[in-house]
């Protein structure tokens, strides 16, 4: 059953949508890339979170342009970490951009490559992405010096408005998006609003509140302080990597039973990280 699931999630068609009027959300097939745009400049500036996986390149530059007019360029890429579904076409899009990218200190490793992540665990799971993440990359790639450090200050280079945060568990340099003014929350990995590890799941996309994947999250603890972390911004919208956007009660209710059952819900009974 959940073969003929995955099967149908691959034939996918790319597709976008606009969340608000300067967030538009490209959903592949496993993942979210997000573009930013920035309302307080006149010259159609935007930024670019997340670099999905191999082969996405030219689609990710279609859908932009159709946003933001032929031949735009973004005026930096955030990166929330750099595991494979995030980082596949980092290296086209800054072949063909020339801008910046940018993403936590401790990820850096990660992304210059001098550090493999552990590998995935298929053992957290019996749904068919799990099962099959063991195929996934967790080799480092080397972005050289097109990738730094993020500013010190919180501040988020490209993104008027933005503060990055902190959510280490599933890498440990793990940074998520907010947003005060409206309390937009772009969170990466560190929380998903469907369930990644069932093949069903990812295709249905019916909304609700998880952990970070399990199959590449080594750290647990981290994760649930950081998913206790959200919750304490009280935000308004969560944009997850994987899932689709959910936000006002219905995410407030849901969040809080994440942090509430975190240990039963999300962190998974058995595993080699666990």
């Known amino acids: 059953m959940e073969k003929n699931i995955l099967q149908e999630i691959t034939k996918k068609p790319i597709s976008s949508q606009q969340i608000t009027k300067d967030i538009f959300l490209v959903e592949f097939p496993l993942v979210n890339a997000i573009l930013v745009g920035n309302p307080q400049a006149e010259s159609g500036e935007w930024a670019l979170i997340g670099a999905g996986m191999a082969h996405t390149a030219k689609a990710i530059i279609k ?7 032929k031949g735009s360029q973004p005026t930096s890429i955030i990166l929330t970490h750099g595991h494979f579904d995030h980082v ?3 290296i086209e899009l800054t072949n063909q951009w020339n801008c910046p990218v940018y993403a936590h200190e401790l990820e850096l490793p990660y992304l210059k490559g001098e550090r493999d992540y552990p590998p995935a665990d298929p053992n957290v799971s019996e749904g068919l992405i799990a099962q099959i993440s063991p195929t996934f990359p967790n080799q480092s790639i080397n972005l050289g010096d097109r990738v730094q450090a993020l500013p010190a200050d ?6 008027f408005g933005w503060r990055w945060i902190h959510t280490p568990g599933h890498t440990p340099g793990h940074v998520s998006l907010f947003r005060d003014e409206d309390r937009i929350f772009i969170a990466g990995d560190a929380i998903t609003t469907l369930k990644q ?10 909304k609700e509140v998880n952990g970070p994947p399990a199959y590449f999250t080594t750290d647990w603890d981290s994760a649930k302080n950081s998913v206790q972390a959200i919750k304490d911004l009280n935000p308004e919208m969560v944009i997850s990597s994987h899932g689709l956007p959910i936000k006002g009660e219905e995410l407030r209710e849901q969040l809080e039973n994440l942090v509430a059952n975190f240990d039963k819900v999300a962190v998974p009974q058995e595993g080699v990280y666990v």
Not at 63 to 69: D, H, I, K, P, R
Not at 197 to 206: M, R, Y
């Open 63 to 69: 859908e932009a342009e159709s946003y933001f007019g």
């Open 88 to 90: 596949g076409a980092i």
């Open 154 to 159: 919180g501040g988020v280079p490209g993104m």
């Open 197 to 206: 590890d069932s093949a069903e799941a990812v295709l249905s996309k019916e």
